[in-house]
C-alpha cells in the first residue's frame, strides 16, 4: 500500500522517534538528592528528637551503653568520610584529567617531523616526566581512597566494640 492507504508495517507504540534505545533517554540528574538529604540531615535530626523525647532515666540508660572514647573515633571517622570524599572527589579526577591532558600533548609532540622532534626532544621529556609523576600520584591516590575506607569502617566499627582490633592497630585509629 501507498501513500494514500494505511501502511502494512504497524508502528509500535514505544517507537517515539527519538533514535531508540538508551541514546534516546535522558538521563534525570540529581536523583539521589532526597536519599542524600534524608541520610545526613533528617536521619539524625529524627534520633535526635527520638533521644530527647525520652524520659531523663530513658536517656541516661542510653548514655550507659554508649562505650567511652565512641565521640572521638566518631569525629575520626567522620574526618576519614572527609578526606575519602576530597580523595575521590577533587584529587582522583583531577589527576585523570591531567594525565589525559599531557598525554594528548604527548601524542602531538609524537606526531612532529623527525627534525622538529629532535629539537623539542627536552620538552617531550619534561612532559613524559610529568605525565609519569601525575600517574604515580593517580595510583597513589587510588591507595590512599582504599587506606581511607578501610580506617572508616574500622573507625564506625570501634564506635560500637572498642576492644576490636586493640593490638594491631595504629594510635590514629584508636
Known sequence: MGADGPSPVRRSRRDDGGGGGAKG?????????????????????????????????????????????????????????????????????????????????????????????????????VVWLLWFTVQLLFALDAVLIVAAAVGTLVLVARILKPELFEGVLPEILK
Do not use: N
Open 25 to 125: 533517554r535522558k538521563r534525570k540528574k540529581g536523583g539521589g538528592t532526597v536519599l542524600l538529604f534524608l541520610l545526613f540531615g533528617a536521619v539524625p535530626v529524627g534520633l535526635l528528637a527520638y533521644f530527647y523525647a525520652q524520659s531523663a532515666e530513658r536517656q541516661q540508660q542510653i548514655l550507659d551503653k554508649v562505650p567511652a572514647g565512641a565521640g572521638g573515633r566518631g569525629i575520626k571517622a567522620a574526618i576519614c568520610i572527609g578526606i575519602l570524599f576530597g580523595l575521590a572527589k577533587i584529587a582522583l579526577p583531577a589527576f585523570h584529567g591531567t594525565g589525559a591532558t599531557l598525554k594528548g600533548w604527548l601524542d602531538a609532540l609524537k606526531q612532529k617531523p623527525k627534525a622538529m622532534r629532535v629539537l623539542l626532544f627536552p620538552v617531550e621529556f
